[in-house]
């Protein structure tokens, strides 16, 4: 199996996951190892003999036909994925989304790959009105993005389809809701609430805190992307949900009551260009079809969650420094 961006948050959990479940697994992680992906999240595994890291950019042909050689399923994590960053630098991420998934592709038809995973975003669907809380996406949604990282990742599904009705290739994809757990970067509103209410630091909400998300815990997103693998029919979408809607307010509020933190903390910030208001997941697909559901409810998972990020000090310290972010990020610029 090919993962690629196996380093990073989501990837990282997969492999472990996939490592733990299926010892005869063989990977290989491809990942470029930008500002967000780190090779720590996989120390646990990085003598295993069933796992192998390869650097290199998902845009580079040759270098993801010599990772792909030998492979029969590919499961396609890499991707620039903050929004706030896609507002600022829109020309990395669909050289990253939209290039880098063809190229994948491409390798994938001409190798005759088993399987071709395509994991994207609920964020390709647009937004839903706060006022109409029993409507949701699901798959046949019409595609609204509203931001250049949404619109990249809407553009490579339409690529992965396309690649299936053109050429044959034998896709699944996933649209996932929100995930957070161990190993999320601290860019991300759960992790830099939960690092950020650890120092006593502001946690800095957009707007007015009405804007609403669908949490999936990391480790029930990997279970789905298993399930699709072993069951999943070719050509066909599955959105995965977390049945976890909390706004940006009571995410804060969870965070700070946990860690006996006071709600002072709370800090509100001008709101984000472009703020899509609410993000919900209908799952009754994947549920039916597949039998997979979310295991791990919200007050469960930010439980976890705190309790990893407590223990696992020395992890983010090292991320939050001003010379790790700006050696990752020269070395991004430099590639």
Known sequence: MLVTGGAGFIGSNFILYMLAKYPDCKIVNLDKLTYAGNLDNLKSVENNQNYQFIHGDICDPKI???ALDGCDTVVHFAAESHVDRSISEPAVFVRTNVLGTQVLLEAAKDLEVKKFHHV???EVFGALPLDKPDLKFDENTPYSPR????????ASDHLVRAYHETYGVPITISNCTNNYGPYHFPEKVIPLFIINAIQDKPLPIYGKGLAVRDYLYVTDHCAAIDVIL??????????????????GVTVADEILKALGKPQSLKTYVEDRAGHDMRYAMDHSKISSELGWKPSVSFPEGI?????????????WQKIISSEYIDS?????NSD
């Open 64 to 66: 993801v036909r010599k």
């Open 120 to 122: 994207s975003t609920d």
């Open 147 to 154: 931001s250049p990282y949404s619109a990249s990742k809407a």
């Open 230 to 247: 072993q069951r999943g029919q070719n050509g066909q979408t599955y959105c995965v949900g977390g049945d976890a809607e909390k706004n």
């Open 303 to 315: 439980a976890k969650t705190i309790k990893w990020y407590q223990k696992n000090e020395d992890w």
């Open 328 to 332: 990752a990020r020269r070395k991004m």
